[in-house]
């Protein structure tokens, strides 16, 4: 391969301030990136100073598509012009030598999906450390990877990928504001001839807030948990018995909700036109 040029795709929304702290942790790296893009979902009466930031802090900003989460992750990515993708959240602070880390890996296998562990801080009180990123596991939540070379995890904010994904029309899902789905993305990549590799000793510092715990039980989270179930116990690695399972799992933990029951028909559409695309 020829020459590599890293390319930083970072979403923001609404956290100027958190935005400033990623910034000023990422321009402190010995090694830069290829280009920062910053790419805002912002209100507008936020918008003018992360734009402002962004500048001040030598980024491409761009105007993200106000869809969600995963919608910008997409947008960012194609707005990309390096040949590897990193994506960012607006509330990671990168340690001393992190981009050196990524640039190594990157360099030593330009073909992988790279990813990254990270330590974790809620309302500013560390939390816990994970060594790598996750990977989609049957039940549709993340689980540990069992081989750091060879895995289907994703890092959500903190993913390395080849522009040959996105080149290709692959994309993340964008019907769920959050909860399982990047998961997802990581088996359909495997699934389509990517591997996943760990970075040895890499992590980020996710700096969260109360809002990360009071998700879990939100509807829209069970139900892209029980759309990666499907899409891993049908396709992944079909089991029918371990979907059916886990299908009146998810439909116990919501407690019977009946907008998820509803919706079942659904979800098993889209991931089987989604698996059977290519």
Known sequence: MGEIS???????????????RCLKSLRSQSIQPFEVVVSD?????????TEALAKYWDCRYIKGPQRGLYANRNYTALACKGTHIRTMDDDHLLPEG?????????WFDPKSIWTTGEMGFINGEYCGTSQTATQLYPSGVAGSVTDV???WAIADGATIYPKEVFDRGHRMVEWFPFGSSYLEFGAYLYYHGFRSRCIPGALIKHYADQTILTRRNNISVIESQLYASLCFNFFFKPNPGLAA??????IRYSNFNQNLVWNLPKLITQAKRRWHKN
């Open 6 to 20: 890293l390319s930083i795709a970072l979403v923001t929304r609404n956290r100027p301030e958190s935005l400033e």
């Open 41 to 49: 979902d912002s209100d507008p009466e936020l918008a003018p100073k």
């Open 98 to 106: 992190h981009m050196e880390q990524c640039m190594e890996a990157v």
């Open 149 to 151: 070379d060879d895995n």
């Open 245 to 250: 399972k886990y299908i009146l799992s998810c």
